[in-house]
């Protein structure tokens, strides 16, 4: 089969062969997708125009997160015994029931627990989307789905905080809200609840993937009356953790947490640096930062093609490494265009290489190990951007701006730097037997 398919201006021809169920995903991550982007942008502005102080706001944040945490490793856990498909519409069912709670009540006590339910909700749903979407793909076509699927992320961030707002505005506008008060953010709520059940009826259109299911219909096309063997290999098994080889794991997540810990001292701080080094009002600056996600899109949509011609280590290791230069030139420089233009391909380098090396990760594991690894590569990024944002403070408090992000910087360069080699020591050999392999056949 063979078709073609549209993101943006960029031409996928794979799309007609991605499996029905990768296509069907690829619709619930942009429906869904677009609501978490809403909550994102305007929850603690919500927070806000309820008059609850900064302090408050945390609270609620930090719960949020503690709870997307530690609802990770029981979600994917369960993805194993219950299926992919069954905990990806928990999540939004989870998702969808919280934003009820949000609306319904103005009570903290309400939003605090409708905000920790959100946040679990679509931490189960992330923890078994890559396994899910490694399990209903194609390894010729698996660099596109995970490239499409990122994109999709990047690109409801800029419509959905667009049109979100302008459809917010006009609904307030009509019925005569005040703009900035509570009764225009719980339009956009209404908005999100609709995304969020319209992604949940695209969760029951996928295949029942239920591994007594599977087994069923695999051992009628195989004409056996008994069940496979149980897998030789022994599990080291914790609470639902199912780690068979712990040093590739290791390999697997050690860059990544340094790759974090260096995002999470600078990136959310990115908008301040520049606003106040350069003097940008907020229009500018969001005119800033929507170039940099456009720019991210196109380069994610192209880096399958590196990964097909150089292997998908080698393209990651590419990319990151080139990343690095324009970190140095946005840290130093004191000239807003070269700031402007190096934030643009850096972030779009720097993210580029991300769906594929999570492609990467999920083929170098067993199915029952995907959920597990999904889920420490998602704790361990929230743990990285935890750490990074502490040390942000402290340098802040200590140094000062122009001090604290002069460490900073030479920080996150160290870091990128370290885990781009170590990406490049542990597994280019895996890329070249992988393209050894594809010239013999």
Do not use: C
């Not at 603690?44 to 706001?57: E, H, K, P």
């Not at 994109?151 to 019925?175: C, E, L, M, Y």
């Not at 794991?249 to 301040?272: C, D, E, K, M, Y």
């Amino acid at each position: 089969m063979t078709g073609t398919g549209w993101i943006g201006a960029l031409k996928y021809r794979a799309w007609g062969r991605f499996h029905r169920d990768a296509r069907i995903i690829l619709v619930t991550s942009l429906v869904s997708g677009a609501a978490l982007s809403l909550y994102w942008i305007d929850f603690n502005l919500y927070l806000s125009a309820l008059g609850l102080s900064t302090a408050t706001i945390g609270l609620v944040a930090t719960i949020a997160s503690i709870a997307g945490a530690v609802v990770a490793f029981p979600a994917s856990a369960a993805s194993d015994r219950l299926g992919r498909r069954t905990m990806i519409g928990a999540g939004l069912a989870a998702g969808t029931i919280a934003l009820g709670g949000l609306l319904v009540s103005e009570a903290l006590p309400l939003i605090i627990v409708s905000a920790a339910l959100y946040a679990a909700g679509f931490q189960a749903m992330g923890v078994v989307l890559a396994p899910y979407m490694t399990e209903h793909s194609d390894p010729s076509h698996r660099n596109e789905l995970f490239a499409i699927q990122f994109a999709i992320q990047n690109v409801t961030n800029i419509v959905a905080a667009v049109v979100g707002g302008v459809v917010a505005g006009v609904v307030a506008s009509a019925f005569g809200l005040d703009p900035a008060g509570p009764g225009t953010y719980r339009v956009i709520l209404v908005i999100m609840v609709v995304l969020s059940a319209a992604g949940l009826g695209t969760v029951a259109l996928l295949s029942d993937d239920r591994p007594r299911t599977v087994v069923r219909a695999r051992l009628e096309r195989a004409g056996e009356p008994a069940a496979f063997p149980a897998d030789p290999r022994r599990s080291r098994t914790w609470l639902g953790i199912t780690v068979r080889d712990r040093g590739l794991f290791l390999r697997l997540l050690v860059p990544g947490l340094l790759i974090s810990t260096g995002a999470g001292q600078v990136i959310p701080f990115l908008n301040l640096f520049v606003q106040v080094k350069f003097g940008l009002n907020l229009t500018e600056l969001n005119a800033v930062f929507a170039l940099t996600s456009l720019g991210t899109v196109a380069a994610i949509l192209y880096q399958p093609r590196l990964a097909r011609r150089f292997g998908q280590i080698t393209s990651v290791v590419l990319v990151q490494g080139a990343s690095i230069p324009f970190l140095v030139v946005l840290g130093f420089s004191p000239v807003l265009w070269t700031v402007i233009l190096a934030m643009a391909v850096r972030n779009s380098l720097m993210n580029a290489g991300n769906p594929i090396f999570t492609a990467f990760a999920m083929e170098q594991v067993t199915p029952v190990e995907r959920a597990t690894l999904s889920a420490f590569m998602s704790v361990l990024w929230q743990i990285g951007w935890i750490i990074g944002g502490t040390w942000y403070a402290v340098l802040q408090a200590t140094l000062g701006f122009e001090g604290g992000y002069t460490v900073n910087f030479i920080t996150i360069i160290t870091l990128y730097t370290t885990a781009t080699v170590m990406y490049w020591a542990w597994f280019r050999m895996v890329d070249r037997r992988v393209l050894e392999s594809r010239r013999a056949a």
